[in-house]
């Protein structure tokens, strides 16, 4: 299953561009979400997405996971403005609405930011948002999710190829030299457990 981000809607393309997509695995339900803009950086998540996800939620009797390219708009940490580097405030907004109205919700994962991180939202529940780093650049990692009867386990993975690691680590010291630190984030923003909010 993929999903367009930001660099291929910069010029119009519409590959990958299903709003909705759905998937049911053993213990849980997948769903991923087109934030992407036509010409733009920034995300966004339309009302019938939004009505989409709402009426998912409501049928699925298992935990849903919800997937995007582009990180939510935190009220606790981000400037509201429509220029936000993420989704757009007014339709994190409403994802938070949907995700404090169902709490098989149990989480919100994009990459856009190409870091860990891992914010909760009150509105929205206490739900987790997460940001998960970039396979092409420092830390080199990618996501697995690990399904239990009790939660869902993120495990943080690194690349093992020696080339891929070693071009990785080139890319560490970029921005100045404190990207590093920005994308690998703490540990709790790589591997945690996502609870059943039920």
């Avoid at 769903?31 to 009505?51: F, H, M, P």
């Avoid at 529940?125 to 420092?138: C, I, L």
Wanted: proline letters at 5%.
């Amino acid at each position: 299953v993929h999903v367009r981000g930001n660099h291929d809607a910069y010029h119009g393309e519409v590959f990958a561009d299903f709003p909705v997509q759905e998937r049911v695995v053993d213990g849980a339900t997948l769903t991923v979400l087109d934030t992407a803009r036509n010409a733009q950086v920034n995300g966004s998540i339309s009302a019938e997405q939004i009505d989409w996800l709402d009426e998912l939620a409501s049928r699925t009797s298992t935990p849903v996971m919800v997937f995007g390219h582009h990180h939510v708009w935190s009220p606790e940490h981000d400037p509201r403005s429509d220029d936000f580097f993420g989704i757009r405030p007014d339709d994190s907004e409403a994802l938070f609405a949907v995700f404090a109205r169902r709490p098989n919700l149990i989480g919100y994962f994009a990459g856009h930011t190409h870091r860990n991180r891992r914010v909760h939202v009150p509105s929205a529940g206490g739900a987790p948002f997460v940001e998960v780093a970039s396979v092409k650049d420092f830390p080199g990692a990618v996501a697995e999710y690990r399904i239990h009867e009790g939660g869902v386990v993120q495990v943080f993975r690194r690349i093992s190829d020696p080339a891929a690691l070693a071009w990785s680590e080139k890319t560490r010291n970029m921005y100045e030299g404190g990207y590093g630190a920005y994308a690998f984030g703490r540990l709790g923003d790589r591997c945690f457990t996502l609870f059943d909010r039920r």
